[in-house]
């Protein structure tokens, strides 16, 4: 039996061409990948072929599989809570699942009764709470959440599909048109999924200093796709920005100020292998670097799920991993009361 964990896919989108595989290559003496699912069976022979696995089209082909210990959940978000609950009760060794882990609370309360139950852990793909230039930060930063007032989270991109052609030669998909935003119903969705598509990057990071969300000042949606809050929790407030562009420009940063305290993070574009994050720590006149280090925060959470499968202690609790999805989605539902406020006006 190899000692090397075997690792089966469900879905076999961008995110799994781009980041996963070649990952999972770079990480040969602790993962295989044994099953590559996706529903259209084109893209899932192909992508099986490039990775040497099996390609299959239905998510029991992947669950019934015994050579498949870890389960790593890339399909649309509309299914990632009933695909993790039934990974953990196939009796994987442990499940990845990639952003959100769920939609709605409803959702992350199955989840954290089945994994509970089951003892199974789970990993989320929210890459950069993995990141050891963020996570060296957060092991020397003391007291830093209780100091700061004031937090920022920035994501200006230019479309995924850029940093993807960077990465690999993708396997095209069937495509849908771009909604029209100008509909308010339309402009609430795309909020939405703002919040649980690329705000959740970085809503963990967030969440702690802030704790919790007790009010959402303001939500606005930005065209073509972006939106601005604005939160506050535990007497702590935070703006969250994100856009994506037409251009060449990215920037995706994180930042807490206190009165004499403040934390910088630099994190490195999505898709793209090249290396960590960089956090600067400020006290007084003091500045502290951590950063750049070898590892992103892609691969640090594969490193950290094998470990977890070997018996190490997680670095993020299930009531962690379930807090933060559930302050995700109440942040997205109240932006989407906002935005819904915001047209009838």
């Known amino acids: 039996m190899s000692s090397r964990l075997g690792v089966g896919f469900l879905g076999a989108g961008s995110v799994v061409q781009a980041i996963h595989v070649p990952t999972l290559a770079r990480l040969g003496d602790r993962f295989r990948i044994v099953t590559v699912m996706d529903s259209v069976a084109e893209v899932a022979a192909e992508v099986a072929d490039r990775a040497g696995a099996r390609a299959a089209t239905t998510v029991a082909e992947v669950l019934d599989d015994p050579a498949v210990d870890v389960v790593a959940i890339c399909s649309p978000q509309e299914f990632h809570a009933e695909q993790v609950e039934a990974a953990c009760l196939a009796g994987k060794r442990a ?5 959100p882990l769920a939609t709605s609370r409803a959702e992350a309360e199955r989840i954290a009764e089945v994994a509970g139950r089951t003892g199974v852990p789970i990993v989320v793909g929210t890459m950069h709470a993995h990141d050891p230039g963020w996570t060296a930060a957060a092991e ?9 007032h004031t937090v920022r989270s920035e994501i200006v991109l230019p479309p995924n599909s850029q940093f993807e052609n960077w990465s690999t030669e993708l396997i095209p998909r069937p495509g849908t048109p771009f909604p029209d935003t100008r509909d308010p119903e339309v402009r609430a969705a795309m909020i939405r999924m703002g919040v649980l598509a690329l705000a959740i990057h970085d809503l963990p990071l967030v969440r702690s200093f802030l704790g919790r969300v007790d009010e959402v000042d303001f939500a606005t949606f930005l065209d073509p796709f972006g939106y601005l809050l604005s939160i506050r929790g535990n007497g702590r407030t935070a703006e969250i920005v994100g856009a994506m562009h037409g251009g060449r420009h990215s920037r995706w940063t ?14 490195t574009p999505s898709f ?9 720590l400020g006290d ?8 750049p280090f070898p590892r992103n925060g892609y691969e640090q959470e594969w490193r950290d799920l094998a470990d977890l499968v070997h018996g190490a202690p997680a670095r ?8 933060d999805i559930t302050f995700a989605v109440e942040l997205a539902d109240a932006a989407v009361a906002l935005v819904r406020k915001e047209s009838r006006t």
């Open 95 to 99: 499940v990845l699942c990639e952003k």
């Open 272 to 280: 793209v292998s090249a290396g960590s994050a960089v956090s600067t």
């Open 316 to 323: 993020y609790s299930l009531d962690t991993i379930i807090a």
């Open 254 to 267: 994180l930042d807490a100020w206190g009165e004499d305290v403040s934390l910088h993070t630099e994190f």
């Open 284 to 291: 007084g006149h003091r500045r502290t670097r951590f950063g």
């Open 140 to 148: 020397a930063w003391g007291d830093l959440p209780e100091r700061v």
